[in-house]
């Protein structure tokens, strides 16, 4: 029987692991989950497939001989978030701990190792296994060679070998690089060949074999579309396919003993310690038995068996729940969510009464009876995630009238900068108690044993966290603030925004036809036509050919980046035109086509999802889409908001925001004379700054002043240093310095406050809003000093962000309760930083205008005037 060698994508499951689950954050603050996720993977790997051998390989940065090729490679991926890749280093000390070979090479991609190992290994006689999230690694597959494909979060995986490719795909693995050729890859920005897609891509491979007998065949391919675009784009599709070709012959030497696996248990148990993996340890003890694990003297945390679930499925039983709920007057509950936005239900839910608890399940014929309890105003109910409740019920067409108390949010109110809040971990934290449930089955399925011990679990750390917040002083706003809000944020979501779907299409069109007239122009000017998207071919035109002087060079040549063009702007038409070019493309790519698929068949809205357990600051988020990414002030930004349009039965839509909130709160929380009189008097408060730093009359104020003052009053909020506000103003760090120093000789309330913040969150750890929010700082006395500065700049803006977000949400509380009691058909329908946008009748126009405006200005009592702007359209850029 040959061996095995399993050889694993680090960055795709790393990646994948991150996105799967809850942001987790141990209490030294490490966020974890991508390492607690991939370290799952990895034992299950190991559990299931026993291997001989093993690797792991990583993307080592993003320059490599693709991008080299093609520019406009992966050039769409954002930046990976600052909570993941400072845990990639976690990963790699991790497995070095486990003793797993790990591989990666400048200029390479991981799946070039993963290609190159296979071959070697295959030709070697080893059974090889890859494990990716990448179908680009089917191509890999050969007689000794198979894929598994992870599916679903880090649970699910698919084994494809030759057999199952052909019985799914129709294709062999060779001709998994002839699809990716025609059809191209949105992922990883590969271009293809436009108008042809995964299914018809499939039909020319079956009938021609090879995308090279396709080109050479095109007189014989059906449809004359079809022909055209081959024939167009035949040069693309020859580099798509080249582009996507996994190298297998790199410079690596395949040593079998290289890649056996050694682990070290003792240094497993002490970074599994410091992770925090404590339910992962006795798995570890199971595949490496032996020597090594030393116990450490800490203590153990009890792993509880999970209870067999008590099933509550008919009408008598639930009724029997509901009148022993009724009698005592508080329960706990573990609703398990099932379903989409607005389709939102539950799957079941546990419910514990007198240390009793069953499940009910929502195919049960006691189900209705579930909602007669929830819509019950005389019980009290602690749950985790009352959301989901809210939105069941919402879809039930029922009220949630019961008295809610949420530890999903009381924890993150404890807790702002942890990175999730999963339930087991709650429990282990504030209980000591964890479940003995593999975290497979805790995170991604619905079972009734972990929702019976979760709600039992949830109704003992009620009382815990409730007093918690108490002595934190935290109490009023988790009641008045915090747990109001879900409600709301649970009727903005069932409700959604409207989304002008042929619009949409229209703009889509209109801006490809955009794009391909700016490509005549641009090669007009060129006097050649030439592959705008490629670094290379761009680089000679500017540089060699139109003579343009050279801006920035790498190390493959010279840099074509946005800086660059930016700063070439009006030096010749063509730059022009490329800005233009990639401005259309972005616009394309990253907003019309993602928005396209996030509209709900049905109901022709979008329903994002708003996370209130997320920022640290106390800002709501939002997902899928994420509209606080939406560009502000920007063409692209405009053109986003002209799609979201008034649903039918309503004619406005409405955009309330706050106008320079940050600013009054600090001028509110400084007591500074000058910022005070400025907003007193309804100064323009950058005309002011600027007078003030500049030492002119308000009336000698240039544009340029202004708009230096500007930057510099926000930067202030945020702590800025004299490179950022240089860098952000194009003026030398010493005048920017400069500019700091002025402001803060003439507005010097605003530096006593922002020393005094600093300093008390030097002696208490931690700062708070005006409202309580509390925002813990653990590396404000630290020893190193970036790490140490960066926490006080974040001492200086959280009180200042943390206020404006608590203000928010004072304001969205009382517009929702306002149009409640009036009885107005008007809906609140999104929040986008200091903005709330509604959907307004005509009828209803004047009295919402005014009732908004007024629940905004007096969410809270300032020094200053708190001022909203109301205005309304036929669409949001209009309203905006």
Not at 361 to 382: K, R
Not at 639 to 651: A, D, H, N, S, T
Not at 730 to 753: D, L, P, T
Request: aromatic share 8%.
């Amino acid at each position: 029987m040959p061996q095995r060698f399993i050889i694993i994508d680090g960055s795709s499951l790393v990646h994948r692991a991150f996105h799967a689950l809850p942001m987790l954050r141990t209490a030294s603050g490490l966020y974890t989950n991508a390492v607690y996720g991939f370290t799952t993977m990895l034992v299950k790997l190991m559990t299931d497939y026993k291997p001989d051998l093993m690797a792991v390989a990583f993307d080592k940065g993003r320059v490599t001989f693709r991008t080299e090729t093609y520019q406009q490679y992966k050039a769409q991926r954002q930046a990976t978030p600052g909570e993941l890749s400072e845990q990639f280093p976690l990963v790699r000390e991790l497995l070095k701990a486990l003793g797993i070979t790990t591989i990666e090479q400048q200029g390479y991609e991981a799946d070039d190792i993963l290609g190159t190992l296979a071959e070697k290994a295959a030709r070697q006689s080893y059974e090889v296994v890859i494990v990716t999230g990448d179908r680009d690694a089917l191509q890999l597959i050969g007689a000794q060679t198979k894929v598994l494909l992870t599916k679903k979060g880090i649970s699910e995986m698919e084994v494809v070998d030759v057999a199952a490719l052909k019985e799914k795909y129709g294709l062999t693995p060779s001709q998994i690089i002839d699809l990716k050729g025609l059809m191209g890859d949105k992922s990883d920005n590969i271009p293809g060949v436009p108008g042809i897609g995964e299914k018809t891509a499939g039909k020319l491979l079956a009938e021609f074999g090879s995308l090279e007998n396709i080109l050479a065949n095109i007189d014989h391919v059906s449809g004359k579309k079809i022909q055209e675009n081959l024939r167009q784009y035949a040069e693309q599709a020859v580099l798509s396919k080249q582009l996507a070709t996994i190298v297998r012959d790199m410079p690596i030497e395949f040593n079998p003993e290289f890649f056996r696996i050694n682990p070290d248990k003792q240094v497993m148990k002490e970074l599994f310690d410091k992770f925090e993996f404590k339910s992962l340890l006795a798995k570890i003890d199971v595949l490496f038995p032996g020597n090594g694990n030393k116990d450490s003297g800490k203590v153990t945390v009890a792993a509880v068996e999970l209870p067999a679930a008590v099933i509550a499925a008919g009408r008598d039983d639930v009724a029997a729940v509901y009148a022993a709920a009724k009698q005592t007057g508080h329960i706990s509950c573990y609703p398990q969510p099932a379903g989409h936005l607005p389709l939102a239900g539950l799957a079941g839910l546990a419910i514990t009464c007198s240390d009793k608890t069953v499940y009910i399940p929502a195919d049960s014929e006691g189900w209705p009876v579930v909602f007669d309890l929830l819509a019950d105003s005389d019980i009290e109910l602690v749950t985790y995630d009352a959301k989901s409740l809210y939105n069941a019920c919402k879809l039930n067409g029922t009220a949630l009238n019961a008295k809610v108390s949420d530890v999903l949010i009381a924890a993150y109110l404890l807790e702002p900068t942890a990175a999730a809040y999963p339930l087991d971990v709650l429990a282990e934290k504030y209980l000591g108690k964890t479940t003995n449930l593999p975290a497979g089955d805790k995170y991604l399925t619905a079972k009734p044993d972990f929702a019976v011990w979760a709600s039992g679990i949830i109704g003992q750390m009620g009382t815990v966290l409730v007093d918690k917040l108490s002595a934190s002083g935290l109490d009023k706003l988790f009641n008045q603030i915090e747990m109001p809000l879900v409600e709301v944020l649970s009727a903005m979501e069932f409700s959604g925004i409207k989304v002008d779907r042929m619009y949409l299409k229209e703009m889509a069109v209109n801006i490809a036809a955009k794009v391909e007239q700016l490509l005549n122009e641009i090669y007009i000017l060129a006097g050649e036509e030439f592959n705008v998207n490629s670094t290379k071919q761009l680089g000679v035109i500017l540089f060699e050919k139109l003579k343009l002087p050279v801006i920035k060079k790498t190390k493959t040549g010279y840099s074509t980046d946005a800086e660059v063009l930016e700063k070439l702007a009006g030096q010749h038409p063509l730059i022009d035109k490329l800005l233009e070019y990639r401005l259309l493309t972005k616009l394309k790519s990253t907003y019309l086509d993602g928005l396209e698929i996030l509209i709900h068949p049905e109901t022709g809205r979008i329903h994002t999802t708003f996370n209130q357990t997320v920022t640290a600051t106390g800002r709501l988020s939002s997902s899928e889409p994420n509209l606080q990414n939406i560009p502000i002030r920007s063409d692209i930004g405009r053109k986003i908001r002209e799609l979201f349009v008034p649903g039918e039965g309503y004619q406005y839509i409405m955009s309330a925001d706050y106008s320079q909130i940050e600013l009054r709160i600090l001028a509110h929380m400084a007591g500074d004379d000058s910022l005070l009189e400025a907003f007193r008097h309804n100064q323009d408060i950058h005309t002011r700054t600027a007078a003030e730093v500049f030492g002119v009359a308000m009336a000698e104020v240039t544009p340029e002043m202004r708009a230096r003052a500007k930057a510099v009053n926000f930067g202030i909020v945020y702590g800025i240093s004299d490179y950022g506000l240089s860098r952000d103003i194009g003026v030398s760090r010493k005048e920017a310095g400069h500019y700091i120093n002025s402001y803060f000789a003439k507005y010097q309330g605003v530096k006593k406050y922002i020393d005094d913040v600093v300093a008390g969150a030097h002696r208490d750890g931690f700062v708070t809003t005006m409202f309580g929010r509390r925002r813990h700082l653990p590396d404000i006395n630290s020893s190193n000093f970036n790490q140490r500065s960066f926490a006080e700049r974040t001492a200086m803006n959280t009180p200042i962000q943390g206020a404006a977000a608590d203000i928010i949400k004072i304001a969205m509380n009382r517009v929702y309760n306002a149009l409640k009691t009036e009885g107005l058909k008007t809906r609140l329908l999104l929040q986008v930083h200091d903005e709330l946008v509604l959907e307004v009748t005509e009828s209803e126009l004047e009295r919402v205008t005014t009732l908004v405006k007024q629940a905004m200005e007096q969410a809270v009592d300032l020094n200053v005037p708190l001022l909203a702007e109301v205005k309304t359209g036929s669409n949001w850029a209009e309203a905006k």
